[in-house]
């Protein structure tokens, strides 16, 4: 286990590497590894471990009655996930959780972060400010998915994402974590019809993709 990688998560700030054995022996850890496109928790379980991810990429994703998807998050080493669910007893899962590539997860048991094992476990406190740190980041991040798909145009709903990346990662010029499908789902837009939009802003001169790489434009190039 990569204890200084560990230290390093939001999960785990403010404990230092050498303290990490102790604190996963206490919380249970238990890691698991997963191909790409494998269910790693489905929505209906009941779930008590909540999910770090340690390599690869996960994505949130709810699905309807009709087969319509949608995708709510994509994350990356060192995120979290199903803490909420992990820490609220019986409480169902509403999406599901999908390995986007090869992912290793490690499984923490969240009643021993809230409890405490069988002796007290050192840093309960520290964990338990960070796990309310990372809830409040996640009402964050579903509060923006809000933002980008409230406008009724797919242009709309595509310059509020691709703006709010620039501004994020600091570059006109940047990589988004989802392909053409995916950020379909994310938008709530039909593939096709994101193709086509992403086509004609490309001839207004508003940017420049390749892939999931984008060069956004305030005027024609």
Not at 10 to 38: M, N
Not at 76 to 102: D, H, K, W
Request: with cysteine; hydrophobic share 45%.
């Amino acid at each position: 286990m990569d204890t200084l990688f560990l230290s390093k998560t939001a999960l785990f700030r403010g404990a230092a590497a050498d303290e990490l054995p102790q604190i996963l022996a206490c919380l249970g850890a238990v890691s698991r590894t997963y191909g790409k496109a494998q269910t790693i928790y489905r929505a209906g379980e009941l779930v008590t471990s909540l999910g770090l991810v340690l390599t690869g990429r996960v994505q949130i994703e709810a699905d309807d009655l009709w087969g319509n998807r949608s995708v709510l998050d994509s994350l990356g080493p060192g995120a979290v996930f199903a803490e909420t669910y992990a820490c609220i007893p019986g409480e169902r899962l509403m999406v599901n959780v999908v390995a986007a590539q090869p992912a290793e997860i490690l499984f923490l048991q969240a009643a021993r972060i809230l409890e405490g094992g069988g002796e007290d476990c050192a840093h309960r406190g520290l964990l338990i400010r960070n796990l309310f740190a990372i809830s409040a980041q996640k009402n964050l991040s579903l509060s923006r998915r809000i933002f980008h798909t409230s406008s009724k145009s797919i242009r709309g709903r595509l310059l509020s994402y691709l703006s709010a990346q620039a501004a994020r990662q600091g570059s006109r010029e940047f990589t988004i974590p989802f392909n053409r499908q995916q950020l379909a789902d994310y938008l709530s837009v039909e593939r096709s019809a994101l193709s086509h939009e992403l086509g004609k802003m490309a001839r207004d001169g508003l940017l420049r993709t390749e892939k999931n790489h984008f060069i956004l434009y305030a005027k024609e190039p």
